[in-house]
């Protein structure tokens, strides 16, 4: 027999068993075991995080109820690609509800150079930790209309090393900018940053060169580091503490005749890229932070995303 005190003062007598007491004591144990279980199983020990990109065809319509159905799958951070026309009130506002932390969000070069106090400004007050350019720029946009196949060509085929170093300037600017606010800067990649620029340089290096490393962190794109013909675990190993943040996509096979970034995303653990030895380095590389990434769906996009959770949350490492 227990006594408790209710919100009113009045005393209230609770009788239980001892069957009773055991058995949901044993509950308790149960369902602590398995949360510690779920912990240990996730292969960097660190929340399972989501790009929200992968599920961009959803949130115009539903953005509170999408957000709560991926939290529901067991997502706990996600990274933005976009709000959808939200204040960060109403974002913040959702993600809480949701039980989501909004760690990062991405925008492209071109979107930064149109209002980076303005970017700035939303970040903070959405309280994000990370601000990632997700695509590089050029110093003189006219050239892009000019080149043979327009602005996809030119950033797929014709970006030079000059390029690469002026971005990486303009990323050190923004850093700087960003860290004075409590925000760090990054930059994500791609497959273009591993093109052959001549001599045996690429565009990724140049970034890893050129960029300080104070106010400049990188997220590597694990899928599209490898359908670039590279090896996440060789950055991780060279750069450690370099990069803060990992993509974590599966890819289809490539097809012949197109480029590596046309490579189509597939669940987790049925496409090319495995990923164990991959999350083994980054144990050792200063890992904050990962996203699943899928950007493209055979089924259903939930039970999709479902499967890339449990892919990683059974994965030990």
């Known amino acids: 027999m227990l006594e408790t005190v209710g919100s009113k003062g009045v005393i209230y007598v609770l009788r239980t068993t001892r069957r009773t007491f055991l058995k949901t004591g044993a509950a308790a144990a149960a369902a602590w075991g398995l949360n510690r279980s779920r912990l240990m199983a996730d292969p960097l020990g660190l929340p399972v995080g989501l790009q929200l990109y992968s599920v961009r065809k959803l949130l115009p319509n539903d953005y509170a109820g999408t957000l709560k159905k991926l939290s529901a799958i067991g997502y706990r951070e996600v990274e933005a690609a976009g709000f959808f026309g939200h204040s960060a009130g109403d974002v913040k506002a959702a993600m809480s509800a949701a039980g989501l932390h909004c760690v990062s969000a991405h925008y492209p070069m071109a979107e930064l150079s149109k209002d980076l106090d303005g970017t700035l400004k939303y970040a903070t007050a959405l309280g994000l930790s990370y601000v990632i350019c997700s695509f590089p720029g050029v110093a003189d946009p006219a050239k892009l209309a000019s080149y043979p196949g327009g602005a996809n060509k030119y950033f797929q085929n014709g970006l030079s090393v000059d390029d690469w170093k002026w971005n990486a300037g303009q990323f050190n600017q923004i850093g700087k900018k960003f860290k004075a606010e409590g925000i760090q800067f990054g930059y994500h990649n791609h497959t273009i940053e591993f093109h052959d620029l001549g001599g045996g340089s690429i565009g990724f290096d140049v970034l890893l060169k050129e960029t300080d490393p104070t106010y400049v962190t990188l997220e ?11 090896s996440p675990i060789t950055y991780l190993n060279k750069y450690p503490g370099r990069f803060s943040m990992l993509h974590i996509k599966d890819l289809k096979p490539a097809v012949p005749g197109k480029e590596p970034g046309e490579r189509t995303s597939t669940i987790l653990g049925k496409g090319t890229i495995d990923y164990k030895p ?5 144990k050792k590389a200063g890992i904050k932070h ?3 990434e899928q950007e493209e769906f055979d089924g259903d996009i ?3 995303l479902t499967q890339d959770y449990q892919y990683l949350h059974g994965m030990q490492v």
């Open 220 to 230: 590597m794109d694990c899928g599209w580091v490898s359908a670039a013909g590279k």
């Open 278 to 282: 991959i999350f083994a380095a980054a």
């Open 290 to 292: 990962y996203f699943v």
């Open 302 to 304: 939930m039970q999709e």
